[in-house]
């Protein structure tokens, strides 16, 4: 089973701020890794994957990087619908796993 | 485009089998693995298993030895059934569809249906 640290559990920022968020493997996946963004009451949706591929209709504000046991997923300049919950996953090998969650709220 | 729907019980008793379907709209389930994500209130997310089309299966070893997940392609369906369950197994249920570009077993998973809540009391 590969084990993934998501952090920050939570993140306090502004309209504007740029906010990084960090989600480590416990062994390498190359680039086999999506990130979701979940409201409340919400399914997860698909935001990025192969861990810098945006997803079609997604803002160009997301990006993704990282490759092996690495990865960010950075929002340059947080819009008041980005106040969410972000989950990364490993599609590297099964079980698929998920990140804790990051969520980020207003400051 | 591609619309998942869950639907099922949303209640089920302690010991009992929970069972849910998701229909699939808007295009077919044939070539294409589809699985089911969980998410325990307040909590994150853990993958429960996949079936592919053709019936072949993959499940989370945490929960291997109590789920089952078919197919019925002339419905447009899939289902679970996760068997003797507990207040642990009270969560929102996802069906998802799995995508790739390249290894078909290198997927993630989109779209999402839009879930259902599945509550284990008495």
């Known amino acids: 089973v590969i084990w993934m640290t998501q952090s920050p559990s939570l993140l306090s920022a502004s309209t504007g701020d740029r906010v990084t968020i960090s989600c480590r493997m416990s062994?390498?996946?190359?680039?086999?890794l999506a990130w979701y963004q979940q409201k409340p009451g919400k399914a997860p949706e698909l935001l990025i994957y192969a861990a810098s591929t945006l997803q079609s209709g997604v803002p160009s504000r997301f990006s993704g990087s990282g490759s092996g046991t690495d990865f960010t997923l950075t929002i340059s300049c947080l819009q008041s619908e980005d106040f969410a919950t972000y989950y990364c996953?490993?599609?590297?090998?099964?079980?698929?796993?998920f990140g804790q969650g990051t969520k980020v709220e207003i400051k | 485009q591609v619309q998942l729907q869950e639907s099922g019980p949303g209640l089920v008793k302690p010991s009992e089998t929970l069972s849910l379907t998701c229909t699939v709209s808007?295009?077919?389930?044939?070539?294409?693995?589809w699985s089911w994500i969980r998410q325990p209130p307040g909590k994150g997310l853990e993958w429960i298993g996949y079936i592919y089309y053709s019936g072949s299966t993959n499940y989370n070893p945490s929960l291997k030895s109590r789920v089952t997940i078919s197919v019925d392609t002339s419905k447009n369906q899939f289902s679970l059934k996760l068997s003797s369950v507990t207040a642990a197994d009270t969560a929102v249920y996802y069906c998802?569809?799995?995508?790739?570009?390249?290894?078909?077993?290198?997927?993630?998973?989109?779209?999402w249906g839009q879930g259902t809540l599945v509550t284990v009391s008495s």
């Open positions: 062994q390498g996946i190359s680039s086999y």
């Open positions: 808007g295009g077919s389930i044939s070539s294409y693995y």
């Open positions: 996953q490993q599609y590297y090998s099964f079980p698929r796993t």
């Open positions: 998802a569809r799995h995508l790739w570009s390249g290894k078909e077993d290198k997927n993630w998973f989109d779209p």
